[in-house]
């Protein structure tokens, strides 16, 4: 039975690796358009939608791993039959570690750097707005008045943020740290498989 539990909380994890891994897609892609969109200066508004995604949307995936905990702890684990399957198994918590610390890095950039630094140069009620627009917090910030109004910010100011380097280097950075995290996601995906089918092969 631990092996038929650890089975399915790895199916769960492909599924989790599957829906969010677009969600950071979408972020990296964001920063790539933004990063290529402000080097040409060829735009009358500010992209306010891409701004949101680089430096305000983020998450965590959650993995379950209490079943995983559970046959490491158990004589199940040392009494597999399959030679590969041990060591696969074995390497999971450090592989989901790998996974999860990225987007936890991710998390606390977000909140000690892009947003502070974000929030200094542009109004930041709008990007908390469309980064969580289709989440549970939408009817919240659609409820906020003049949410939608940058008249704080004229698109002459904004050419002139866009072009320093310093905002440039923080898209990329972003960039780069979502490209990492779904490197990890990718990499993490294929060893959960390969465990899948190996538990599979045990246990029939």
Not at 85 to 90: N, Q
């Amino acid at each position: 039975m631990a092996l038929e539990r650890l089975h399915e909380e790895i199916k769960s994890n492909v599924v989790a690796i599957d829906d969010n891994s677009p969600r950071h897609d979408n972020i990296y892609s964001a920063g790539v358009q933004l990063l290529e969109l402000i080097r040409s200066d060829n735009f009358e508004t500010i992209p306010i939608t891409l701004i949101a995604k680089v430096f305000v949307d983020g998450f965590t995936t959650d993995y379950s791993t209490s079943a995983l905990t559970s046959v490491l702890n158990q004589q199940t684990f040392q009494g597999l039959q399959n030679s590969e399957l041990r060591p696969v198994i074995s390497s999971l918590p450090a592989e989901y570690l790998d996974a999860k610390e990225d987007e936890i890095t991710v998390i606390q950039r977000l909140d000690e750097h892009w947003l502070p630094y974000i929030s200094q140069k542009l109004p930041v009620g709008p990007l908390w707005a469309v980064a969580y627009k289709g989440s549970e917090w939408e009817s919240y910030f659609a409820a906020i008045k003049g949410l939608h109004e940058y008249d704080d910010v004229s698109i002459d100011e904004f050419k002139v943020l866009a072009s320093s380097m310093q905002f440039q280097n923080e898209i990329v950075n972003r960039i780069a740290y979502e490209n990492l995290i779904l490197v990890e996601q990718k990499e993490l995906r294929v060893i959960l498989v390969q465990a899948l089918k190996l538990i599979e092969e045990e246990i029939k």
